[in-house]
């Protein structure tokens, strides 16, 4: 399969050299999104779990996330910050937005788009620990486990892949390249 888009991608990034190759394609995304739903749904049955989704990167997995799962639930968000313009944790994370519920006695699943060093889920989860909810279990696209600093059990995961930098399916660089419905690299091969 020729994994390279040319045609969409092209828009305005041509001038800085940039073009985003497809790694993980549409179809591929939502066979793991309905795999890791049928997973919560099973072990959510007889529950009401909150997903706590980290902005900004988790937006697009979330929503089609829940849109495959058949519980009652309620969605929070919280925005976390620490890779800023680069390609590389700054290893400080801001809390840029914190819960708007209260998550006591609550069963929590964290939602995150990337797991990379682990840094801003270990940080999300003493947060969430200090509320003092009933469980909390961390439900991720995609883990690089060679980039981690900081042991994290992950529940449910979608992906594991290698040490490369991704953009896509709400993943940006610098911003850019979030709204591409592909996981895709930008690096050279
Ligand atoms: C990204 C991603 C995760 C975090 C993972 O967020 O969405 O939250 O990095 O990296 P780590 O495991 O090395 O901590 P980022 O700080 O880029 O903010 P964003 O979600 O707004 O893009």
């Known amino acids: 399969m020729d994994r390279t888009r ?5 828009l305005g990034y041509m001038e800085a050299q940039i ?14 999104v309905q795999r890791l739903a049928a997973l ?14 980290v902005l900004k990167g988790a937006f697009i997995f979330l ?5 495959h799962i058949d ?28 819960l708007c519920s209260d998550i006591r006695d609550r069963d929590v699943i964290i939602i995150e788009d990337i797991i990379d060093t682990g840094i801003t889920t270990n940080f999300l989860l003493d947060y ?17 486990p060679s980039r981690r600093k900081v042991t994290i059990d992950i ?22 390249f979030r709204h591409l419905p592909e996981l895709c690299s930008i690096e050279d091969d």
């Open 71 to 98: 519980l009652k639930l309620e969605v929070e968000f919280v925005c976390l910050s620490s890779y800023g313009q680069g390609r590389e944790s700054t290893e400080e994370v801001k809390l840029v937005q914190g």
């Open 128 to 144: 969430l620990n200090q509320q003092e909810p009933s469980s909390i279990k961390i439900c991720a696209l995609i883990s690089k």
């Open 63 to 67: 929503a089609d996330l829940v849109r």
């Open 155 to 176: 529940n449910y995961l979608g992906f594991e892949i290698a040490n490369r930098f991704l953009v896509g399916y709400g993943l940006d660089w610098a911003e850019n």
């Open 6 to 10: 040319t045609k969409d991608y092209n």
């Open 19 to 32: 073009q985003p190759k497809v790694i993980i394609n549409r179809r591929e995304i939502e066979i793991a």
């Open 40 to 53: 919560i749904n099973k072990d959510y049955h007889d529950k009401k779990p909150v997903l706590v989704a």
